[in-house]
């Protein structure tokens, strides 16, 4: 097996691995989407690993998103980047130390985009570890939401106009990132509350913050409106039903959906 497919199949090993909703829709694309989609999706989750991690203290999380943030804005230097993550390489998961080979597998034409967005990502999440991820306004959760999900949304429309001429609306990409983190938070609250984090802005009760993820989730079925590639399509619909269905699971009480819940949901739109 030549080098450039071993890495291809460990990025869908260590995607398996680390996503939940977006691992089964990106199988689902064609062999050249699968890639670029899936080097993509794990180069922010390396970055996010670094954010979420509960050993780091915030200082060392701002120093290793600010380093890696300026690493992507020229070419990757892999020796500078496992230098940085040394002191770190026991704590930090697969997905994080191995950032450069998810840009090995990225095409080449469209590399640089990924590392733009993956950079700018960083560089928020970094502003928001030093803020001590404490929302108090609309425009804060706005800012975070665009932050850790709303480039996503750019991010991938990035790649579909590369592919096919896809073009997207970059707002309403936003807004189906920012839905989707607003179901994880909506999810986490109680969790987040124990750790001293909170995301929901003050003055705000749990109907507000349906409210806030449910008017996002519209801006992603309007997304879609725009998209005629079946694949992107698919790929596209699968996290949208997955977090409507959850919202309707949270309103009713419970915490999430079940496992037969999320294969039926998946098999539906596969068939459509």
């Known amino acids: 097996m030549s080098e450039a497919k071993k ?55 701002s120093h290793l998103l ?16 496992r230098e940085l993550l040394k002191p770190y390489e026991r704590l930090l998961p697969e997905v994080t130390l191995r950032l450069g080979d998810w840009l090995e597998v990225c095409p080449e034409d469209i ?18 570890a ?3 991820w404490n929302v108090k306004t609309k425009e804060d959760l ?4 665009y932050y850790v999900a709303g480039l996503v949304g750019v991010m991938l429309s990035d790649i579909w106009e590369w592919y096919d001429g896809t073009t997207t609306d970059r707002d309403l990409a936003i807004g189906y990132g920012r839905g989707l983190q607003a179901v994880n938070i909506l999810r986490n609250q109680d969790e987040d509350s124990e750790r001293g984090v909170n995301f929901v802005p003050e003055g705000w009760n749990r109907n507000d913050m349906f409210h806030y ?15 005629n590639t079946r694949t992107i399509k698919v790929f596209c619909r699968i996290p949208l039903a997955l977090a409507k269905r959850t919202v309707k699971a949270l309103k009713e009480g419970r915490e999430k959906i079940s496992r037969n819940e999320v294969e039926t949901i998946v098999e539906d739109i596969k068939e459509k």
């Open 7 to 61: 890495l291809e199949k460990d990025a869908m090993q260590v995607l398996k691995l680390t996503s939940r909703t977006f691992y089964i829709p990106i199988t689902l694309l064609k062999p050249v989407l699968k890639k670029t989609v899936g080097s993509a999706y794990l180069c922010m989750r390396a970055i996010d690993e670094m954010e979420d991690h509960e050993e780091l203290d915030t200082e060392t999380k």
């Open 66 to 81: 600010r380093s890696t943030k300026v690493l992507l804005q020229s070419e990757f230097d892999q020796d500078a980047y």
């Open 111 to 128: 590399v640089e985009q990924v590392k733009e967005s993956t950079s700018v990502m960083a560089g928020g999440m970094a502003d928001w």
């Open 130 to 132: 030093e803020k001590g």
């Open 142 to 145: 706005d800012d975070y939401t």
């Open 213 to 227: 993820t449910e008017t996002n989730l519209a801006k992603a079925d309007e997304y879609m409106n725009d998209i």
